[in-house]
């Protein structure tokens, strides 16, 4: 069964940065593309960033031209690098195949909060 395990989020103050990790057990990264989600308080989970197996990004536009994703298949992690993180960027973000698999369970996800 793959299990994916988040880290790296944090409180930081608007303008500054942080880097995710995703960590997944199993084999997935060579066949699916993976992707950042996030929840903010009240509302849905959204898609904010994909890398696919050839490494082709797309982003959300409200992260555009801040976030990074990138993905290291030999360690079975994919990142996000969060610059310029606004106060609108809190939320808990979690890793998994983009588009999702049902089968596969959501991991605890990692809290960034943004706030001066």
């Known amino acids: 069964q793959v299990q994916l395990v988040e880290s790296g989020g944090g409180l930081v103050q608007p303008g500054e940065s942080l880097r995710l990790s995703c960590a997944a057990s199993?084999?997935?990264?060579?066949?699916?593309?993976m992707g950042w989600y996030r929840q903010a308080p009240g509302k849905q989970r959204e898609l904010v960033a994909t890398?696919?197996?050839?490494?082709?990004?797309n982003y959300a536009d409200s992260v555009k031209g801040r976030f990074t994703i990138s993905r290291d298949n030999v360690k079975n992690t994919v990142y996000l690098q969060m610059n310029s993180l606004k106060p609108e960027d809190t939320a808990v973000y979690y890793c998994?195949?983009?588009?999702?698999?049902?089968?596969?369970?959501w991991g605890q996800g990692t809290q960034v909060t943004v706030s001066s």
């Open positions: 199993g084999s997935i990264f060579s066949i699916y593309a």
């Open positions: 890398v696919t197996n050839r490494r082709i990004t």
């Open positions: 998994n195949p983009a588009p999702r698999i049902a089968t596969i369970d």
